[in-house]
């Protein structure tokens, strides 16, 4: 594992990033994730300040003067960033890092961090994906239709990638991931 080094896990919503997040918490421990602060409301069965850190407005605006994100985004009509300090802090300490952020952001990260390992999550298909982000059942017709737009726009991206992992399978995915990361 190259310690010293910040990976981003991007790819567009729906392709499953958040999955091989929760595979990587349960089966690599040694790797850290980043909380990302959002202002979009809390699903169901979700953990704030493990999952989430749900703020609203005016807090994440607040955070966005006092530099305290590393990155930001709005997304789907709302807010999201990674809080700096806990990243740099682990870092420091040699622990290796993962942001699961959308495109923009890894742009930003890119920009802050040019040593980042930055790694696009691809779906096999977009017709998978389009199944995927319309099975989550979670949200309204309006909020997958501006998910499914802004898909199509990141699926663009690809080529800013340092790496492209296409998620067959959630294992397969997770391990090439964690290879990665160890700079094999
Ligand atoms: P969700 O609403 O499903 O939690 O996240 C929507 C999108 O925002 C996903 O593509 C997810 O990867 C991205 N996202 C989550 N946290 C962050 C963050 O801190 N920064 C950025 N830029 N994107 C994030």
Known sequence: MTAD??????GPAGVGKSTIVAYLREHHPDISHSVSVTTRPQRAGEVDGVD???????TFAEMVEKNALL????????????????????LEAGVPVLLEIEVQGARQVRRQMPDA???????????????????RGTESADVIAA?????????????EFDATI????VTEAAEALVTLMRGA
Do not use: M
Not at 117 to 135: C, D, G, I, T
Not at 149 to 159: F, K, N, S, V, W
Not at 166 to 169: A, E, Y
């Open 147 to 159: 998910r499914l737009a802004t898909a199509q726009i990141e699926l663009a991206a690809e080529d």
């Open 71 to 90: 990155e930001h985004a709005q997304y789907a009509g709302h807010w999201y960033g990674t809080p700096r300090h806990p990243v740099e802090r682990l």
């Open 5 to 10: 080094r910040l990976t981003v896990l991007s």
């Open 166 to 169: 296409v998620n067959t399978s």
């Open 117 to 135: 390992l930055l790694v696009f999550l691809k779906p096999p298909s977009w017709e998978e994906l389009e199944r995927r982000l319309r099975s």
């Open 52 to 58: 989430r850190h749900f703020v609203n407005g005016e």
